[in-house]
């Protein structure tokens, strides 16, 4: 279970990352295709560490969402 940022690119698609996987970003021309995409991209970063023998990190993040 990974926590995903989603958020209107300025290119007009929208930008999905994990922030637990540094580097870990995607997008589609969706918010739907964004989070398919980024969900590819979390599975293959995985599988990369795990081939290099690297530890995966876990998931800390506390999300907090405010209004202001």
Known sequence: MRQVLIHPGEDGYWVAEC????????????REEAIRNVKEAIEGYII????DG???????????????
């Open 48 to 51: 990369s560490l795990q081939e």
């Open 54 to 68: 690297i530890p995966v990190p876990e998931d800390k993040l506390d999300a907090l969402l405010l209004a202001v």
């Open 19 to 30: 922030p637990s996987l540094p580097g870990c970003v995607s997008q589609g021309t969706t």
